[in-house]
């Protein structure tokens, strides 16, 4: 009989009755015979009684992971932008606080690089958009920015730039207005306070004339991307300035007038007027305006108008 299949026979035997082979088998010299002395001691692999998959124990589902996850933490930018009377005027509104908290005014405006230097309030965003060409003057309010252009600038040349500008600062958490001492410097104003705020040496009338203009005209005027100071009472005139989008605004007469006089006389009688102040620098450009003006005139004739168009007018070339 052949060996190797009386030594099969046998642990198929053993297998079944669960018995373990002959020693003159375990120790046969053959392959074939390790091969199987290996094999009956290996325990058996039965399926599992419950047939469920294993379950975590308490301490297994409370352990730490293996990598430690930390919160992800973003900054969400969204700046709108928004028209103004002003057609040379562009309001920027974004999710950010412009002004830092516990600033001395409500607004601060740049008409010029050097201005955005100076103390107090200096302003290196400030300083890169007036560096656009184009650009004129920076208008700070409590959250938005007032960009004045040059009227012969069109939006569509410096818009994405001035955008560009103010997203990289917002993003960034850049400060975009600094208060810093003042000290000896010669180069910038000192130190203002808000002008609407009622001091303890006003008068009645003064009195009533901020809280009217601090409660129903600055709104209206910060909502069209500007604001307004006032400088006194006299003679029962009241001076103000407009700044930011109001400043260059063509309606900026008729919003004095029609609106601010117009109120400020009807729930105070001691009012007369509303009379607009204008700056040093404001005051020449105006009078180089009217000189340029008259000129003009005089080389068209005298029957030529700024405020006509076409032939004959000071706006028309040959």
Request: aromatic residues 6%; contains cysteine.
């Amino acid at each position: 009989m052949n060996p190797y299949s009386t030594l099969l026979r046998a642990s198929r035997t053993a297998i079944r009755s669960n018995t373990l082979l002959k020693p003159s088998l375990l120790h046969s010299s053959s392959p074939r015979s390790r091969l199987y002395h290996r094999a009956t001691r290996l325990p058996a692999i039965t399926a599992s009684k419950a047939r469920r998959r294993p379950i975590l124990t308490t301490e297994t589902q409370n352990a730490a992971p293996f990598f430690k996850q930390t919160p992800l933490t973003a900054r969400t930018i969204f700046i709108q932008t928004q028209d103004t009377p002003n057609a040379d005027a562009l309001k920027f509104i974004p999710n950010h606080p412009v002004l830092p908290e516990g600033f001395p005014t409500t607004s601060v405006e740049y008409t010029s690089p050097r201005s955005t230097l100076a103390s107090p309030h200096p302003s290196p965003l400030a300083a890169r958009l007036l560096g656009v060409d184009g650009v004129s003057s920076i208008f700070y309010g409590p959250d938005f920015i007032t960009v004045t252009k040059a009227t012969d600038t069109n939006w569509a040349h410096i818009k994405p730039e001035v955008f560009s500008l103010i997203t990289e600062a917002v993003s960034s958490g850049e400060e975009i207005v600094a208060t810093v001492s003042s000290g000896n410097s010669a180069d910038g104003p000192p130190v203002t306070e808000d002008s609407l705020v009622i001091k303890d040496d006003d008068d009645e009338v003064v009195a009533m004339i901020k809280e009217l203009l601090e409660t129903r005209v600055r709104p209206a005027i910060q909502d069209d991307g500007g604001d307004l100071e006032f400088r006194g009472f006299h003679d029962g005139m009241v001076m103000l300035k407009l700044r930011g989008a109001c400043r260059t605004c063509d309606s900026s007469t008729v919003t004095l007038k029609n609106g601010i006089e117009s109120m400020l006389m009807h729930y105070i009688e001691e009012v007369k007027g509303v009379e607009q102040v204008l700056d040093e620098e404001e005051e020449i450009a105006i009078q180089e305006f009217a000189k340029f003006e008259e000129k003009l005139r005089q080389q068209k004739g005298p029957e030529a108008t700024a405020s006509t168009v076409g032939k004959g007018s000071l706006d028309y070339a040959e």
